[in-house]
């Protein structure tokens, strides 16, 4: 493998499809040798975004291919993989994330198979998650939303905020043990860039930047690696959302 | 079953499936225990909103499981569920519902016939729509839109307009008689909700407060309930779009 | 066929189906008659966006007898419709696109096998593109970025803007052959109407029209035929793109 030029298989896990369409063309001369290829994001942090761009877009196929991959080469393991899916579902909808949840463990059960285990899968760790007593888990929400977003938590005067967003999301979710808050960065980024409700993508692409977990050059890769998985149009709310926060943050 | 915190089975009527990953615990601990339990808005207005969300993912397994919960449960009867049918096109698109209603057909086929019935379907009654001409049309639209929508309607100088808007959408399928125009305020806002079109969202959250067909306590929970089945960051769009029309009627 | 109330079959390339619940009885009356029967945009350009618009929503069916129907009907050949997949590939990301190519060369198959032919398929001729060198390609993409949004071109200082717009989206995509610009327009407008990110939406609708490839009683049909198949939600936000930008042009 040329690591400027990575082949498909080595992306994709798989041989790639014998065609000569402007598709199937393109998949390589750009996705691959022009996104893939590319130094200033891990592959591991490439997967996060490619898999959140699949997983939203519903395509059967790709997204059973991008799962395969990812576990199959080894740059998530299945409990990530599992968290993954739960934090997916908080901003991509129960529905998409219950789709997801399926193939992730077939395609696990199919590797482990293949490999002579028995597939089972651990049940994750939540130790480190603290008492489940509803009044500190808000106590944590709060503290972790100020943490994540850098602002002041809203009031819990509203269902969404009270159960959903303090919690919920930011009371339990963010605070999981399976995934780092970097992790979490990549995938939230990606899944509200995909959404495109403007004021969730101004406010997590703000705050990964401003915390540093995700550094610029990096967000530029997230915003060409999203736009490929999932179109310009997306790609160009997203751009515009980094380019304003990091003037914004240096100014 | 305990009220407050119904068992997988009194939503979904099935079984709940029978694993510990985190995505599975999240479902019976957020989406049931925190979300379908709270008091606040019927269990019906609940599966409009769900319906809505998941027919718009289009996660083919949570999309049959609650067309199925749905009727099965008898919460919305067949004819209901056809109108929902065709009022989600409107707003999410005819290729979406399409899907939708074959699941419908289907899930209603095979209810009826583990009941030992034929599962005949009645032709909608249409005789309260009124004269099917033109101009008839294009006035009821115009009266139907003021009257959904709080405002003048637009000068039908534009095919989406004349043909859409004024003829079909308001002309025709609000005024059907299947679904109050209460049913079709929760369908609406939980659809615009999840296309995230800043102007339609703010139109109709704010039109359907100001009707007093929704109040604001239910709409809390509809954003709530959208946001776990189509993910927090179009909840936290209809959160604000709520909040700010709320502010606006109330100053 | 009575071109003003075309039949399903003449559209469709395929028998009606057989039900009258409300969404099959407002395919007929509303989506053929009202909209697929109008003049002032052509039936192929009505399939370039209804085949965005179905391609989006990622629902099987629609999807299969849309590129069957605009196949079989003759109105986009295989070339076309192959260089069509590329270009939606852009603008909705690949994931969705890689699940329309196979719908494509599936349906082409069974339409050649039924014929009698082999279905091979020419690889497409790009001897019009001219240097595959990165910096001509920069060249050109600044160019032909210039040529289609009649504004200056951004500087290449991201990976988005230099890997992503400029050498692959405009330097490479747009150019190619097999379609026309025009063509092109059509599925641009209709695609960022499908994301509906705002800015994009905003800029192709508007440079469509100041370019005049497409004028404004075709922008008014495609509008009514978006609204249709990805619902009337981005439909507004469509119409109020190109209300807004022919108001610019012409005060």
Not at 45 to 69: F, M, S, Y
Not at 113 to 125: E, F, M, Q, T, V
Not at 176 to 201: E, K, M, N, Q
Request: aromatic content about 8%.
């Amino acid at each position: 493998m040329n690591v400027d030029r990575p082949d498909y298989r080595a992306i994709m896990m798989m041989d790639p499809p014998r065609t000569n369409t402007p598709f199937a063309t393109a998949q390589q001369e750009f996705l691959l040798d022009r996104v893939w290829s590319r130094p200033g994001l891990s592959r591991r942090n490439r997967r996060w975004v490619t898999l959140t761009c699949v997983g939203a877009a519903d395509a059967e196929k790709p997204i059973e291919d991008h799962v395969h991959a990812a576990l199959s080469s080894g740059d998530i393991d299945i409990q990530e993989m599992l968290e993954f899916v739960l934090h997916f579902a908080v901003y991509n909808g129960w529905p998409k994330a219950s789709h997801l949840e399926g193939v992730v463990r077939r395609a696990w059960a199919k590797l482990e198979i293949a490999a002579g285990r028995s597939g089972a899968i651990a049940p994750p760790d939540q130790s480190s998650l603290g008492d489940n007593d509803w009044d500190a888990r808000l106590a944590r929400g709060v503290k972790e939303f100020m943490d994540v977003n850098l602002i002041e938590a809203p009031q819990p005067r509203t269902p969404y905020i009270h159960a959903g967003i303090l919690t919920f999301v930011f009371g339990h979710v963010w605070q999981r043990p399976g995934l780092s808050r970097r992790d979490r960065r990549f995938i939230t980024v990606a899944s509200v860039a995909v959404c495109d409700s403007p004021v969730p993508l101004k406010s997590h692409t703000g705050s990964a930047l401003e915390s540093g977990d995700i550094t610029k050059p990096e967000m530029d890769e997230v915003v060409l690696q999203l736009s490929a998985y999932s179109g310009f149009a997306k790609g160009e709310a997203l751009h515009m959302a980094a380019e304003e926060a990091w003037d914004r943050l240096h100014r």
